[in-house]
């Protein structure tokens, strides 16, 4: 049962840098890649953290500004040292992986709430949401380059 689950959670991430690597274009899926990576963060803290003990608690509109939180806080933890390191992340790009993050975290907290997420804690939502992220984090990044 835990290998699905880490296997589903790393699945978006790893996709990204394979077809990066395969097609030697690397450098064009790095901020898709940390944005997945965020997500996927993000995700697996709020059903650890917020989903099962307080977050159902939560009316909407404070569900929805918890899960972004939690959304902008792992997108931070994630984009951390990439920005004081690497050439290749500027300002707009982790804007746009801490927006597109809050915005996937949002919607995995309103669709959740009133389902635990022990049930089912890596589905198709969080999978879709994962690799939407990337794809969305993809479309910006090719617009911005080229």
Avoid: K
């Avoid at 944005?35 to 709020?46: F, H, K, M, P």
């Avoid at 959740?112 to 990337?134: E, K, M, N, V």
């Amino acid at each position: 049962m835990r290998v699905r689950l880490v296997f589903r959670a790393v699945l978006a991430p790893f996709m990204l840098l394979t077809i990066g690597n395969m097609f030697r274009i690397g450098p064009l899926f790095y901020v898709p890649f940390l944005g997945t990576c965020a997500c996927v963060l993000a995700i697996t803290l709020w059903n650890h953290v917020g989903g099962p003990t307080g977050g159902t608690a939560l009316a909407l509109p404070g569900r929805i500004a918890a899960t972004a939180a939690v959304g902008s806080a792992a997108a931070a933890v994630v984009l951390a040292l990439p920005l004081l390191l690497s050439p290749l992340l500027s300002g707009f790009a982790a804007a746009g992986v801490g927006a597109t993050v809050a915005l996937a975290s949002a919607v995995n907290g309103t669709v959740q709430r009133g389902r635990s997420p022990a049930d089912d804690p890596w589905g198709g939502l969080q999978l879709g949401l994962a690799f939407a992220t990337g794809g969305l984090l993809l479309l910006l990044e090719g617009g911005c380059t080229g």
